[in-house]
């Protein structure tokens, strides 16, 4: 070549096998930003003034070797399978096993429901997760009045065992692995699990899969919460107990990050506040009486796929090494499986437009691919009709075979980590962790999650984070397309999936029929029991499963815990 930066530089930009010096790399870098970057920009100026992440972070123009200076390949990176597991859980990854399938679903009642799963499992999917509406969420049966119009809608409804044994019908539970969403009523929902394995021959120490019982998202950014923190976190190390020694392959908590990111958080608050949360629950467990390596290496976590694609395999390569250290150096976890960081993702709910909904399937690829190539290890697609409804089943055969797409056409699984090495992804990864961190010490000078959630200090951060990036849409500083931009007129979708309004009117009419066929002297008994484990000390899932059994329903049985508990008001924060 004959421009003059590369004669003076050329020695400098070419590294030798041992590597080119920070220095010579640093003014070989000066010497082509003078002379050949800062020409094209004037003669074209670059789209934006400033190019940044999520989180705020400057994008250079160019990463090299400079951005990672620091950086110590054994310490930091390492090996798959190995602390701090940066480029993975598993020493072979999607070579050995490709992640789970697992697609959420759940609406109407438990027969429309088993439907929906019976359909995904013949065409492929290979895990369940288990959407429930919002009267099961809060508690509250279909009869309630408070349920009035809710119910069925934005997930299953379900009330009683009876309802769980038809969910669950012709789906093998020694051999499926299910995923529930569900947090408040957590124990009665894992209760019912427990009890139709055993209708089917299942014992619980065969029983695989994962509840989420995340509460203090719920009081940062979801909202789903019925009692106060103090018997919540009581709950939840209950939970822990009770799964260690009895459901031993069960994941006994799914720490969200997915709702917080839902809610407007940037990438690095992501990591940050989901960890926060997770180093509550490890220290309420220890707290109550656990050992760290007892219950450490089921603990799940699930992270949302934006659509930023470098940032987000950033993003969960940074969370899976934080993790590690914060379990390896502040808690002295001995087992290496405690330092992992095992993590479901769902493509961003949020970032779904109505507009043009299918160009919501160019955007799902783009996040999975993030998610595979960031080393997930279950990985939900969401279906391009979900601004405007629940998904129709050719929305979801899209949404699944998307997956399939990736797994077995795009050769991303076919080796460890793809993209380590990449001096933007490397640069990135630090840059988040550092972030997290710095979030993760402000919260515990403030005396941890809890008390950060009570000062509005998390939801404050979020809600600026949000407002941020919607003023960004608005000002076209951020183009969304067929949004803000490339928009068209055009008609609405037809075919959309509707809930049957008789649903609810079925759904009450099968409590009554069960409220009169039930041994009521049973459920008396077995909710007084519940009561007494409430006001003393004794892990209450073992009254709850005998409730269950009686087919006491999850009103019933969370009406008895709000009476004992009191409920939770959130605090509004401006």
Avoid at 42 to 70: C, M, Q, V
Avoid at 213 to 225: S, V
């Amino acid at each position: 070549p004959s421009c003059s930066w590369w004669s003076r530089a050329e020695a400098m930009a070419v590294p030798k096998r041992n590597g080119a010096s920070a220095a010579r790399i640093r003014a070989a870098r000066e010497a082509w930003d003078r002379e050949v970057l800062q020409p094209a920009v004037a003669k074209s100026p670059e789209r934006r003034k400033r190019f940044e992440s999520t989180s705020g972070e400057e994008i250079p123009p160019l990463y090299t070797p400079e951005h990672l200076e620091d950086q110590d390949y054994l310490r930091d990176l390492g090996f798959p399978g190995s602390y701090p597991f940066t480029r993975g859980v598993q020493p072979t990854m999607y070579r050995g096993r490709l992640w789970t399938m697992r697609q959420y679903a759940g609406f109407g009642d438990a027969r429309e429901s088993n439907k929906r799963y019976r359909y995904l499992l013949d065409h492929g999917q290979t895990g369940l997760s288990v959407a429930f509406d919002l009267p099961t969420q809060m508690g509250y049966d279909s009869d309630s009045p408070i349920a009035g119009g809710e119910v069925g809608k934005v997930g299953v409804a379900i009330d009683s065992l009876e309802d769980m044994e038809v969910l669950f019908d012709r789906i093998p539970l020694g051999k499926v692995s299910t995923s529930m969403t569900i947090n408040s009523t957590a124990a009665v929902l894992l209760a019912m699990y427990v009890a139709v394995g055993e209708k089917q021959g299942v014992s619980a120490d065969r029983l695989n899969g994962t509840i989420q019982n995340d509460i203090l998202k719920e009081y940062i950014a979801r909202g789903t919460y019925i009692f106060p923190p103090g018997p919540s976190m009581r709950g939840i190390t209950d939970i822990f107990a009770f799964c260690k020694d009895l459901v031993p392959r069960w994941n006994t908590i799914s720490i969200s990050g997915y709702h917080i990111r839902e809610a407007g958080s940037t990438a690095a608050q992501e990591i940050a506040f989901t960890l926060a949360n997770g180093i509550a629950y490890v220290q309420a467990a220890i707290s109550a009486g656990m050992t760290v390596d007892s219950f450490a290496s089921r603990l799940a976590f699930f992270f949302n796929a934006h659509n930023a694609f470098l940032e987000e395999v950033a993003k969960y390569r940074a969370a899976r090494r934080l993790w590690a250290k914060i379990m390896k150096e502040r808690f002295k976890a001995k087992d290496p499986r405690s330092w992992m960081l095992r993590f479901h993702t769902q493509t961003a709910g949020s970032s779904l437009t109505a507009q043009q909904p299918d160009n919501n399937v160019v955007r799902v690829t783009i996040q999975a691919l993030a998610a595979v190539m960031g080393g997930t290890q279950s990985l939900h697609t969401n279906s391009r009709d979900e601004a405007l409804s629940l998904p129709t089943e050719d929305s979801v055969r899209i949404a699944l075979r998307t997956q399939q797409v990736i797994a077995h056409e795009s050769g991303a699984g076919d080796t460890v980590d793809p993209l380590a090495g990449s001096y933007c992804i490397e640069a990135l990864t630090s840059s988040l962790e550092r972030q997290a961190e710095e979030y993760i010490v402000k919260i515990d000078r403030m005396g941890g999650v809890i008390r950060a959630i009570d000062a509005g200090f998390i939801q404050k951060e979020i809600q600026d984070a949000a407002y941020r990036y919607q003023l960004e849409i608005e000002r076209k500083d951020r183009i969304i397309v067929g949004l803000n931009e490339f928009a068209i007129r055009e008609e609405r979708p037809d075919k959309l999936l509707t809930v049957d309004p008789r649903i609810e009117k079925n759904q009450r009419k099968r409590l009554a029929d069960l409220r009169r066929k039930r041994d009521g002297r049973a459920v008396s008994a077995a909710l007084v029991s519940l009561e007494k484990a409430c006001r003393g000390k004794e892990n209450v899932m073992p009254p709850i499963l005998s409730a269950v059994k009686a087919y006491a329903t999850i009103g019933e049985i969370s009406d008895v815990m709000r009476g004992v508990f009191g409920t939770y008001r959130g605090k509004v924060t401006l």
